[in-house]
């Protein structure tokens, strides 16, 4: 079955870099586009980043391009979002996800914290 096992969050003071990652298992990771979303407390969940199968498209919320960069290695089924220059507003809690079959995979999510 779909795995997906996000890690890496943290507490960060603004301007603080994170990197999280997501392993990924149960089906060919090197077949599906991947994406990372957001969710902070009250608000709907949003997409932050996208990444193509070949890794060669992305494309970023406008909120943070720029800051945030998401990469893949096809080799270990792994995707990773490089977030630097934290804000309070990235405070969220992160998920990976693949579409699968119009079906949306989740992991359990990692949580981010930026303050001071």
């Known amino acids: 079955q779909v795995q997906l096992v996000e890690s890496g969050g943290g507490l960060v003071q603004p301007g603080g870099s994170l990197r999280l990652s997501c392993a990924a298992s149960g089906f060919t990771f090197s077949a599906y586009d991947m994406s990372w979303y957001r969710q902070a407390p009250g608000k709907e969940r949003e997409l932050v980043a996208g990444?193509?199968?070949?890794?060669?498209?992305?494309n970023y919320a406008n909120s943070v391009k720029g800051r945030f960069t998401i990469s893949r290695d096809n080799a270990k089924n792994m995707v990773y979002l490089q977030m630097n220059r934290l804000k309070l507003e990235d405070t969220a809690v992160y998920y990976c996800?693949?579409?699968?079959?119009?079906?949306?995979?989740w992991g359990q999510g990692t949580q981010v914290t930026v303050s001071s």
């Open positions: 996800n693949v579409k699968r079959n119009y079906i949306d995979y």
């Open positions: 990444i193509s199968v070949p890794g060669r498209m992305t």
